[in-house]
Structure formats: structure tokens, C-alpha cells
């Protein structure tokens, strides 16, 4: 009892901030929501009782250096968090890619939001169906160069997939 006592103050203080990173991550990409599955479900089974202060604590420690590590990720690629996010829907869950092809998929991912920024995000883009078409005609123009890994089923999906995305998250 004096255990629990013990960590019921930094379990509830690393939840806290553990929340706050998901709550600031997920929204910028939502390949992120696993983490906030994985969390919920941390916690669901904490209090089902199915796991003891001790391993709660050690597991969300482990969580919080995972969440660090996956908001330095965007450094390491070299990508700010729009960029990573469209790269994580072109490359999750398929295919694998050789480094270069990886470096390719990087500037796309650059030069499609540099391209809807510039051309075709305009005020209330969402409102009309010729500019929404305008968004779509574009992301399909630049994902053309998606390296030659990508199967015509691939093109299509990646498409659809940033097309949802970049409507859901740029209005």
C-alpha cells in the first residue's frame, strides 16, 4: 500500500505530460493515433487492475521516451510536422523503400505542400467543388512521381489518403 502510494503522485505528473505531448502530436499527424490507442489502453489496464503501480510507471517511462523520440524524428528526416505527416501516409505501411527512394518520397512531400500552399489551399477551399477538384487534380500530378515501387493500387490509395488528410486538416 505504501508502494502504490509512492507512485500515484509521478504516475498521475507522467500521464499528465504524456497527454499533453499526444494532445499536441496526433492532431499534426494522424498515423500518430497508435500512440494514443497504446496509452488509452495503458491506462485502461491499470484501472481494470490488470497491472500494478510498479509496471505502470516503468511502461509509462518507456512511452514517454518512444513519444520523445518520435517528436525528434521529424529532425532526423529532415521534415517539419506537415511534411512528416504526408510522408508517413505515402510510406506506412507500404512499400519498403531503398534509402534513395525514401529521400525521393521526402521531396514530394516537400514540393506537394509547397505546390497546394502556393496554388491551391485558397480561402474556403473546401466550399466549392472546382477547387476541391483543383486540390485532388494536383496531389495526383505530383504523387505521378512517386518512385516506381508504387503499384497503380498504391498511386491510387496514397492519393485518396492525402487528399482526406490534407481535407481534414487544411481549411
Same mark, same amino acid.
Given at each position: ?12 505528473q ?35 487492475g ?14 514517454? %521516451? @518512444?513519444?520523445? *523520440?518520435?517528436?525528434? #524524428?521529424?529532425? $532526423? &528526416?529532415? !521534415? +517539419? ?5 504526408? /510522408? ?10 531503398? %534509402? @534513395?527512394?525514401? *529521400?525521393?518520397?521526402? #521531396?514530394?512531400? $516537400? &514540393?506537394? !505542400? +509547397? ?5 491551391? /489551399? ?31 493500387d ?18
Amino acid at each position: 500500500c505504501i508502494i502504490v502510494a509512492l507512485f500515484d503522485r509521478p504516475i498521475e505528473q507522467l500521464r499528465a505530460m504524456i497527454r499533453r505531448s499526444l494532445d499536441r502530436l496526433v492532431p499534426r499527424n494522424r498515423g500518430r493515433m497508435d500512440f494514443y490507442d497504446t496509452f488509452e489502453k495503458m491506462i485502461a489496464d491499470y484501472n481494470a487492475g490488470a497491472t500494478n503501480a510498479e509496471a505502470l510507471f516503468a511502461q509509462l517511462v518507456d512511452f514517454a %521516451k @518512444q513519444l520523445n *523520440e518520435e517528436e525528434r #524524428r521529424g529532425i $532526423r &528526416e529532415q !521534415l +517539419d510536422d506537415e511534411q512528416l505527416a504526408i /510522408l508517413d501516409i505515402l510510406t506506412r505501411p507500404s512499400p519498403k523503400l531503398t %534509402k @534513395q527512394e525514401r *529521400e525521393q518520397v521526402k #521531396r514530394i512531400a $516537400r &514540393e506537394l !505542400l +509547397d505546390t497546394l500552399k502556393a496554388e491551391r /489551399l485558397v480561402l474556403e477551399w473546401r466550399g466549392r467543388q472546382q477547387t476541391r477538384a483543383a486540390v485532388l487534380v494536383a496531389i495526383q500530378e505530383v504523387l505521378e512521381n512517386l518512385p516506381q515501387k508504387y503499384s497503380d493500387d498504391d498511386y491510387h490509395v496514397k492519393c485518396d489518403a492525402v487528399y482526406q488528410h490534407v481535407y481534414d486538416s487544411y481549411y
